[in-house]
């Protein structure tokens, strides 16, 4: 890492960048209904502004020395030996996720403007996405684990928030518990992972932690990287922790496009890019991490080949393509760059689809299953245009931003050499196979083929404030990939964080023979789905009698299921445990006592009838039992 | 006269009033053998007082007099008004001081 200088000029003034949206948020949620009119716009306008800010910048930021610059804003937390103060890194890795998140979050909000013209509750709608921009910008922005950790919180406040923005469908409530309680699981990793480095270090600042790893031991490094993956799997959808994020798109598409396949999902990767020292002091962590990412990828594009929900079949891929980011950036040094710009890209074409997918469900009256569309390509032309740019993009599409970005990833796994490499490199080809076949059989059964609409659906093309974002992230897919390997390589932006690029050494396949191979799995795959759904009539309703495989893939490889034998009964019966012994156990004491106690003193009071005599005989004969106790003392 | 009659004396009076606390109903028999019970021990204090030649023991029962004397002025207050209201002056029907 490279010497961090003090913020000036506008560097200083990055904190606009989180306060902007905030604001927004904070008059939107409290304004009420008088801000109805022009919510929309100024929800939109702060993001935008954060845009120009964050772009003017990240400029500025291009021409400091050693490009990393530190805002001190105030002291957070001070007590004892712990001192957190609220700062803010401005670094290149912070500087492309600001520009990705207010880029894309700025066009989504003007998608939104479109999309939710006829919700009541589009003030709402735009005050949580305002929060959710701010919370990520902090997320990437702070200075310390513990700033990122409040972002974190805040970006999985407002995803709870929008999964279930329409709280009167019971689907859409359950997914967003769904969603925050696996969230949780992850998050608890997280913060395990700062208490181990107030513990060890003293500090949870970037500087701090990463430029001390060396003072750890090992097991302690290795532990700490695997907390940090655990908090990464939970927010980005990873195996174990992967089964919310399907489930997350029960929220209005914009959400879908920004948060859960653009910016939030991708915080995992981030976390990990940050903490390349600490995963390059742990070999066996980063291993974990491929793993992770290899797993997930798989399960991703195998279960996105079975769903018939539009937005499903999108969420799978998401899942899938995250599992190539975290492939990348376990890999190491090698792969930090090509996840990142894959990340970037992926920021582009999964976010274009999404808005391409909710134009569809928009034309379409809500309508998600695929089996019902057909044939909207020439009713919907933008969107078939945008769609179909975005679509080749993802596959991999020679000279589109996909073929860029996932070849790199691919190469550099192969590049890895040995058993491992050649395995890693198998599985993120194969999945890259799986993404053509699902991707192609998702164009095939909406955009071609005959018409399966419902009755009185009557598909339109959406009006301009919606199609011009899809219309820009399209050109996005496009040129993104060749714009950040070729015309502004982003591994010498990343330098001062990553170090220089090394020189490509000896490739275990050449990179040509690599893309070559990728195009004709990819054709491959495009090709089979092309021979199942496009050649044969498409029935309406899903087939029930279907192989063993397709109905693991429609259940998604059984995970919720898993989870549910695994985590959800046993936890259960360990509740019903503690709630019988606190029952019975600990009330039944407290209770027993009292019940004795009350039981006792009624049968006591029997004995005050009221009979002055049986009182005198009472006296009598304690006075009696005194004195003979007296008597036998002084005899005996 | 050995000092035993008098004390054989004393006991049996406190004997007999005891019993009759506990055996009879009407509250003015009740309340003369609880004065009986009162002399006998009297009795006892003044028996002892002579035969060991101090006055302290005649001293008490001085006491015991005027402690008897009160206690029979409130005791018949009592007892007269307890037979204005219930008709009665059996202590077996005021018994409404119970649990």
Known sequence: MSETLPATGLLAASWLL??????????????????????????????????????????????????SVDVDLFTFIQTGSLDVGAGLLFDPLSAVFVLLITGVGALIHVY???????????????????????????????????????????????????IAFWYTRPAAATAAKKAFVMNRVGDVGLALAVFVMFAQLGTTSYAGVLGNVGLLAGGTV????????????????????????????????????????????????????????????SPSARTVVLVVGAITLMIGAIAGCAQDDIKKVLAYSTVSQIGYMFLAVGLGPVGYVA???????????????????????????????????????????????????????????PLLSGYWTKDAIIEAAFDRGGVSGWLLGGVAVLGAGLTAFYMTRLMLLTFFGRPRWDD?????????????????????????????????????????????????????IPPLLVSVLVSLVVLLGAVVAWLFVGRREVPVTAPARVSPVVRAA???????????????????????ALVFVDNRGVDGVVNGTAAALGGSSSRLGRAQTGFVRSYALGMLGGAVLVAGALVAVTAG | MTIANYLVLAAVLFTIGAVGVLVRRNAIVVFMCVELMLNSVNLTLVTFARSTGTLDGQLIAFFVM????????????????IYRTRRSASVDDANLLKY
């Open chain 1, 554 to 576: 429609r259940h998604a490889i059984y995970a919720d299921a898993v989870n549910e034998s695994l985590l959800m009964r046993p936890g259960m019966w360990l509740t019903r």
């Open chain 2, 66 to 81: 005027v402690v008897a004397a009160a206690e029979v002025v409130v005791g018949l207050a009592i007892i007269m008004s």
């Open chain 1, 18 to 67: 989180i306060a902007l949206p905030l604001a927004g948020a904070a008059v939107l949620l409290l304004g009420g209904r008088r801000t109805d009119r022009w919510g929309h716009l100024l929800g939109t306008g702060t993001v935008v502004a954060a845009f120009v800010l964050g772009l003017a910048c990240t400029v500025q930021l291009a021409g400091v020395d050693g490009r």
């Open chain 1, 456 to 508: 009185g659906v009557h598909p339109h093309e959406s009006p301009g404030v919606m199609t011009v974002p899809m219309v820009v992230l399209a050109v996005g897919s496009v040129a993104a990939g060749f714009l950040l390997v070729e015309v502004f390589p982003l591994a010498d932006w990343l330098a001062p964080v990553f170090g220089e690029p090394a020189e490509a050494a000896a490739h275990a």
């Open chain 1, 112 to 162: 939104s403007i479109g999309y939710m013209a006829h919700d009541p509750a589009r003030r709402r709608f735009f005050a949580y996405l305002d929060l959710f921009v701010a919370a990520m910008l902090l997320l990437v922005l702070g200075n310390s684990y513990v700033a990122l950790y409040v972002g974190w919180e805040g970006v999985g406040l407002a995803s709870y928030l929008l």
């Open chain 1, 339 to 397: 996840g990142l710009a894959h990340l970037l890209t992926h920021g582009f074409f999964k976010a274009g689809l999404f808005l391409g997918a909710g134009s569809v469900m928009h034309g379409m009256g809500d309508q998600t299953d695929m089996r019902r569309y057909g044939g909207l390509a020439g009713k919907m032309k933008t969107t078939f245009v945008t769609f179909g740019l975005g679509y080749l993009a993802l596959i991999g599409f």
């Open chain 1, 222 to 281: 290795t532990a700490l990287g695997l907390l940090l993956l655990l908090g990464a799997c939970g927010k980005s959808g990873q195996f174990p922790l992967q089964a919310w994020l399907p489930d997350a798109m029960e929220g209005p598409t914009p959400v879908s496009a920004l948060i859960h396949a653009a910016t939030m999902v991708t915080a995992g990767v981030y976390l990990i890019a940050r903490s390349a020292p600490i995963f390059d002091a």
